[in-house]
Nanobody
């Protein structure tokens, strides 16, 4: 079985920083793209940032210049460094990964359980 476990969420004042981590564990052969999504109350889930196995990155316009995504392939872990946080960044942040499980012939998509980020004004 495969699990994605996030950590690092919390409460921070506007202008502050947080670092989210997401570790993939279980029977994994390889991991392709990893990414972060977020969902604020009453809003649809949106992509925040993504990173390929080759470390190419993409960001939502709303977080460019403030957030940085990175990954440690040896640890099957993706990070999201969030700086200059704003109240509108408040949401549940979810980790996502496209990976090839052991003994599987095709990649599958997995989600973490989510971690709350609250930015106070």
């Amino acid at each position: 079985q495969v699990q994605l476990v996030e950590s690092g969420g919390g409460l921070v004042q506007a202008g502050g920083s947080l670092r989210l981590s997401c570790a993939a564990s279980g029977s994994i052969f390889s991991i392709n793209a990893m990414g972060w999504y977020r969902q604020a109350p009453g809003k649809p889930r949106e992509s925040v940032a993504s990173i390929t196995s080759g470390r190419s990155t993409r960001y939502a316009d709303s977080v460019k210049g403030r957030f940085t995504i990175s990954r440690d392939n040896a640890k099957n872990t993706v990070y999201l460094q969030m700086n200059s946080l704003k109240p509108e960044d408040t949401a549940v942040y979810y980790c996502n990964a496209d990976l090839l499980p052991l003994y599987s012939l095709r990649t599958q998509n997995y989600w973490g359980q989510g971690t709350q980020v609250t930015v106070s004004s």
